[in-house]
């Protein structure tokens, strides 16, 4: 299970503040593109994505888009946006966040991969050494091998509802604290 286990699982890209990368030692984040920025194949971003990227760079992390998706899906989305990219990343192997990570000259340990996919985006994380963030799917998508990742989620995600396992922080009104005390 830990190779599968986000490090904290928030609804929403929008959620992730400049507070928790900072708490998480966190200078350079990662992003998957579909279900986590906008919905499959559209070029525009969910909305609040736009200023929450804004947010993110003026707050002084660095971001690039690490996607599976094709160049020609990716670059205009990402170019829209105004981030770098990384497209055919062959997650959850490590090249394509190697490539990323080199892009940002960051360690892994300081780098973040946000996602909405356990079997892409964390278990790509955690093979490279990163901290994940996993999302909720925002849209619903359509295809055979989505619809069978999804199906396999589902036992891990309700695992880590019910174990409180990747929800290592939670939001109060003071910002954000450490369940259970630990780091």
Not at 1 to 8: A, E, F, G, R, Y
Not at 35 to 61: C, H, M, R, S
């Amino acid at each position: 299970m830990s190779l599968l286990k986000p490090t904290v699982a928030l609804d929403k890209v929008t959620d992730i503040t400049p507070e928790l990368l900072s708490q998480l030692e966190i200078d350079a984040i990662l992003l998957d593109v579909d279900n986590t920025l906008a919905p499959p194949t559209e070029k525009i971003p969910y909305e609040g994505v736009q200023n929450w990227i804004d947010e993110i760079k003026a707050a002084g992390f660095s971001v690039v888009i690490c996607s599976n998706n094709y160049h020609s899906r990716i670059k205009p989305f990402s170019d829209s946006v105004g981030l770098d990219c990384v497209a055919m990343s062959l997650k959850p192997f490590p090249f394509g966040f190697n490539r990323a990570k080199r892009k940002l000259s960051e360690k892994p340990k300081s780098v973040v991969v946000v996602g909405d996919q356990v079997y892409t985006d964390v278990l790509g994380a955690n093979l490279a050494g990163m901290k994940s963030i996993l999302l909720t799917p925002q849209s619903e998508e359509h295809g055979i091998t989505i619809a069978i990742r999804r199906k396999m989620e589902v036992k891990i995600r309700n695992k880590l509802k019910k174990l409180k396992r990747g929800e290592k922080y939670v939001s109060e009104r003071n910002g954000y604290h450490r369940r259970n005390g630990r780091k």
